[in-house]
């Protein structure tokens, strides 16, 4: 429920530049990780962007591969949009917003190489590992498609295999071994999305601003050698965007990819030595 | 072997370390996190608003939706996203413990949605549901006539046993294992929610009752303490 | 910072009295010879009569009281008002000053359009408003900002005799008329001025429950006005006193 004079300050605010909070456009509101929160799943995060909460659970699955990847593992991004987290989600199938977000999150992740795939293999043909990437949201205040691909990332990175019995073939779930997952840290893909107003970006809008935006464009990128790279791109909303906003986009996403890459490794280290000092 | 000593070391009569949280999700008129032991539930109220459509609304008084669920990364083998059967019922029983607390008679034409989040599952998870429901009720400033706190009270063997965790859920010697999750009002001491998983012999179901009294008694005065830290 | 301490919150279904000391006032219930809350807030006694002050929850509409809505729908006689909470909230044409015809409700008061109006009638299920007052400023809000706060904090923003509220105004240099349901309005020359005086009632409304309030709020002011905004010293008029 946006009241019409609301969008008014919004979109005035935008224009000047400086929004409501005091924020630039490209500023993020304070970001807040949390590691550890259950120790049920292989791997799992809580990531707040100011009121917004994203959980990412990752769990291990054995399953029969593809006939076309018949040495690589599989993988599954699933987003719940939780009722629990906002007024405006309702119980029932899966609604686009949920689908849509997954999906994206679920390409970038994909194309980016992050995860090694043959490395996932048990037995040819056979057996191969799945990664089910399950996110819920626990409060809903804007950006959930960047608060969702920060969270499924760093469930990955400390995500941990489960012990695995040959003979039975069978996960002995509970138990876990102290082996990540494969993963090509090189190439790790980070998300913004930005939103359109008039001729304004910005970016990492509240549940308000977002409903004021007319459009948005997410970029995943990650950067696997001197050059930076764009496994994923979506264009969502009624907005039409001109080629020279979006290279702008792509010029932005190279300084937002700089800050969240530092993000994510001293949200790694302090990790590493919470867990140490145990 | 016997059951003379639990696994994690406890009394009979211990609850697992315990603790209570109000306010998490900013976006909800109350909401509450309850650990118990490993099991960590979440209860977001919004309400009580207008029952839409019109033709569901209950003109004498207001009505109360629970939904429970369980995240599917809260346990050992991942749960499929989405409605089971065991969540329909859960919901339902945990609908029915609430109800007798709430004064809906000043609520006419009006819902009540709770929702019931499990982040991790160590056994008790529908008791650890009612405890951050109650809590996220009284904090949506919902008019209840007093608090309802939950256990699951356990005879693992021949001994009974306060707030059980997995491990004894699975216990397989002797009488086995026998779960009895029940609920207390916190003024009237009425029984609002009981179930049965297992078999216990009918003289000792006395005993059980007593062990969940007095177990939902420090219960309460946990959620009583964080409720009181309400900002 | 001043010392904070809070004041002593109680619990639904908490005795508060005791032997029949004190009557049932809002929010309690006779048990016997005691007195139990039934929600969440402070205790309050006046003379004979406890009652708690509820501190969280819907907004308990009240006879006269000033408040801010929504237009949600535009039916033969009235509008249809969204006021926040479980109730129904419906402006009748006949309490709007002058004569309105039906076609031209719309330019009105529109769907979408937030309005100043007031509770005339409260029922059992629904609420009648009205534009019609001596004093009171009604209508249609244009301009400004609108802020949402919890309805029980509202007086701790007006504070006694609108010493609250003129502090904020004066500091910030804008109007602010409050709604008894939580919605304020803020209305300045410019989009700075608007939005210091909405952080300096979402400053109160985080810190209610603590004592001295008025002096933390002062002190917060001067810590974190910007240098753009001149104050004029003028005495304003109070708005609401409930």
Redesign the interface.
């Known amino acids: 429920?946006v009241?019409?004079?609301?969008r008014?300050?919004v979109l005035?605010?935008v224009n000047?530049e400086k929004r409501?909070d005091?924020r630039g456009l490209l500023e993020h509101r304070p970001i807040e990780v949390k590691f550890g929160?259950?120790?049920?799943?292989e791997g799992?995060v809580s990531v707040k962007m100011g009121?917004t909460e994203v959980?990412c659970?990752?769990?291990m699955?054995v399953a029969e591969p593809y006939t076309d990847h018949e040495s690589e593992g599989t993988m599954m991004t699933?987003m719940?949009l939780?009722?629990?987290?906002?007024?405006n989600f309702e119980?029932g199938a899966?609604s686009i917003d949920a689908v849509e977000t997954a999906r994206i999150i679920d390409r970038g992740i994909r194309e980016s190489g992050f995860i090694d795939f043959e490395k996932l293999c048990i037995k040819d043909g056979e057996k191969v590992w799945s990664i089910?990437i399950?996110l819920?949201t626990?409060?809903?205040?804007g950006n959930l498609i960047d608060v969702g691909a920060l969270a499924a990332i760093l469930a990955l990175r400390t995500a941990r295999f489960p012990e695995y019995d040959e003979k039975t073939e069978r996960?002995k779930?509970?138990e876990f071994t102290d082996k990540k997952l494969p993963l090509n840290e090189g190439k790790m893909p980070l998300t913004t999305t930005f939103f359109k107003l008039g001729d304004k970006i910005f970016i990492d809008p509240t549940r308000e601003e977002e409903g004021v935006a007319e459009g948005r464009i997410s970029i995943e990128m990650s950067k696997p050698d001197k050059d930076e790279m764009i496994n994923a791109m979506q264009k969502g909303g009624d907005a039409a965007f001109s080629a020279k906003e979006i290279e702008h986009m792509v010029e932005e996403e190279m300084k937002m990819f700089k800050k969240l890459n530092t993000l994510v490794e001293d949200e790694l280290k302090k990790a590493k030595k919470g867990a140490k000092e145990k | 072997m016997a059951y003379t000593k639990r696994y994690d070391n406890r009394k009979m009569d211990e609850l697992r370390p315990t603790s209570a949280k109000v306010g998490v999700v900013p976006n909800a008129d109350g909401s509450a996190m309850f650990c118990q032991g490993d099991t960590i539930a979440i209860a977001a109220v919004y309400g009580p608003k207008i029952f839409n459509p019109k033709h569901f609304q209950n003109p004498e008084k207001g009505v109360l939706r629970v939904h429970y669920n369980m995240l599917s990364f809260s346990v050992g083998e991942r749960i499929r996203p989405g409605v089971s059967r065991r969540s329909q019922e859960i919901s339902k029983v945990t609908e029915w413990a609430l109800t007798p607390l709430v004064l809906l008679d000043e609520l006419p034409g009006t819902v009540i949605d709770v929702h019931i989040n499990i982040l991790q599952a160590n056994a008790g998870t529908r008791c650890a549901g009612i405890n951050a429901a109650a809590m996220a009720l009284a904090h949506a400033g919902v008019p209840m006539t007093e608090m309802i706190s939950a256990v699951a009270i356990g005879k693992i063997d021949d001994k009974i046993v306060t707030d059980v965790n997995k491990e004894e859920e699975d216990y397989e010697d002797g009488e086995g294992a026998t779960d009895i999750p029940m609920a207390y009002l916190s003024n009237s001491e009425k029984i609002t929610l009981l179930q049965l998983d297992g078999k216990i012999q009918a003289r000792r179901l006395k005993e059980a009752l007593e062990a969940g009294k007095e177990a939902c008694k420090k219960i309460y005065e946990i959620q009583k303490k964080a409720l009181k830290e309400v900002e | 910072m001043a010392t904070k301490t809070k004041k002593e919150i109680v619990i639904p279904g908490e005795i508060i009295s005791k032997n029949n000391e004190f009557l049932p006032g809002d929010w309690t219930m006779k048990q016997g010879d005691d007195i139990i809350a039934t929600r969440i807030g402070i205790v309050e006694k006046y003379d004979k009569l406890i009652k708690i002050i509820p501190i969280t929850g819907v907004y308990i509409p009240r006879r006269g009281n000033t408040i801010i809505g929504e237009i949600k729908d535009i039916t033969m006689n009235g509008w249809m008002v969204d006021i926040g909470g479980p109730y129904s909230a419906f402006l009748p044409l006949r309490e709007c000053p002058g004569f309105i015809e039906q076609n031209d409700m719309e330019n009105v008061y529109g769907i979408g359009e937030l309005i100043v109006t007031r509770i005339f009638d409260v029922k059992r299920t629904s609420i009648d408003l009205t534009m019609k007052s001596r004093e009171r400023e009604l209508g249609k809000i244009q301009d400004g900002m609108i802020v949402r706060v919890n309805p029980h904090r509202v007086p701790r923003v007006i504070g006694k005799e609108g010493s609250m509220i003129n502090l904020i105004k004066n500091a910030s240099n804008c109007y602010i008329t409050v709604g008894q349901n939580g919605l304020i309005w803020i209305n300045g020359e410019n989009l700075e001025n608007q939005a210091f005086a909405k952080r300096i009632i979402e400053y109160i409304v985080d810190n209610t429950i603590t004592e001295g309030l008025t002096e933390n709020v002062e002190k917060w002011i001067v810590e974190n006005k910007p240098a753009s905004i001149k104050t004029v010293s003028k005495e304003v008029k109070v708005e609401d006193k409930e």
């Open positions: 429920m009241y019409k004079i609301t008014k300050n005035e605010a000047k409501l005091g929160i259950s120790n049920k799943a799992i009121k959980v659970g990752i769990k699955g699933t719940e939780l009722p629990l987290s906002s007024p119980y899966p089910f399950d819920a626990i409060n809903d205040d996960i779930y509970g």
